[in-house]
């Protein structure tokens, strides 16, 4: 496995690699990850994973500062699953001083998560168009976890034609129903137990969606009553989108997406279920 900290060194060991498949994260791996990392195996002839914790996506007051890291731990995961490079770049190799650019994708970040986070989806849009230009994957792989950035890339390479086919694979979740983040590790213990109230009210949702409910306030109003009755807490944002256009819906035709971010305490987390007939 070879591990590379520069763009240079990542065009010239991408140039003999052939068909590659990419996972891009922001490290202190998990199942999540890893799961990713498998599929992309799988599929193509190579593997490559970026670990970056990019800070153009944080907001002023986001957890950019506090966010996990432990490279060593991830770099031995990576090697056991027979990864072929990691790209892991610092931030001034990213972003030299005199950067100036920004992709702005429309719509579709402006709504949930971009309503809260302004600025979160330029940050992910041009880092992850600066990783497809600097590693040039064949496939590249994103979680259904994080539902709205998964939309916002799609949109990017088909807007920019970019060369690259995007791959989103399930979320991986503990057996409580909590998904798998590198943030469940800011969680007290108070907190991780009460955290699966967020994948039950999804569920609620999911329930009442299977036994006919069509109209989305009422499906809205079932996650919004499963997350109240934890006291510790807040939402964010609680929605019944349309799963391409991630626009709120009246009524669910076919598919939607039913999508949360909650407060714990000083940690925000975010889950998604595909609600589909
Ligand atoms: P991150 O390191 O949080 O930026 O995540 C890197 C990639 O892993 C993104 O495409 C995420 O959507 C994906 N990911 C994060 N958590 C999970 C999970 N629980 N299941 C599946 N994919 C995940």
Redesign the pocket.
């Known amino acids: 496995m070879k591990v590379i900290h520069t763009v240079a060194e990542m065009r010239a060991a991408r140039a003999g690699a052939g068909d590659l498949g990419l996972?891009?994260?922001?490290?202190?791996?998990?199942?999540?990850?890893l799961?990713?990392v498998r599929r992309a195996k799988t599929e193509g002839a190579a593997t490559a994973v970026s670990?970056f914790v990019n800070p153009t996506q944080f907001g002023p007051n986001e957890d950019l500062g506090r966010y996990p890291r432990d490279l060593p731990r991830d770099l031995g995961l990576l090697e056991a699953e027979g990864v072929d490079l990691v790209f892991v770049p610092d931030a001034a190799e990213m972003y030299p001083p005199d950067f100036d650019a920004r992709i702005e994708i429309g719509g579709v970040t402006e709504v949930l998560e971009g309503a809260v986070r302004p600025g979160h989806f330029a940050g992910v849009a041009t880092v992850v168009a600066k990783l497809f230009n600097i590693v040039q994957p064949t496939r590249a792989?994103?979680?259904?976890?994080?539902a709205q950035?998964?939309v916002v890339i799609r949109k990017l390479v088909r807007d920019l034609d970019l060369p690259v086919e995007v791959i989103?694979?399930?979320?991986?979740?503990e057996a409580d129903g909590l998904?798998?983040?590198?943030?469940n590790s800011y969680l007290t213990p108070d907190q991780r137990a009460a955290a699966p109230a967020i994948y039950r009210a999804l569920s609620a949702a999911r329930d009442r969606f299977a036994g006919g409910e069509r109209d989305a306030e009422a499906l809205r109003e079932a996650m919004r009553a499963v997350i109240a009755a934890e006291p510790q807490m807040r939402i964010d944002y609680v929605s019944v989108a349309d799963a391409q256009t991630l626009r709120e819906l009246a009524a669910v035709q076919g598919q939607a997406l039913a999508s949360m971010a909650v407060r714990l305490g000083t940690t925000r987390l975010i889950d998604n279920l595909v609600l589909s007939a």
């Open positions: 996972v891009p994260t922001m490290g202190y791996l998990h199942e999540g990850h799961s990713l670990i792989y994103f979680g259904q976890k994080d950035q998964s989103v694979a399930p979320t991986v979740r998904a798998l983040s590198s943030r």
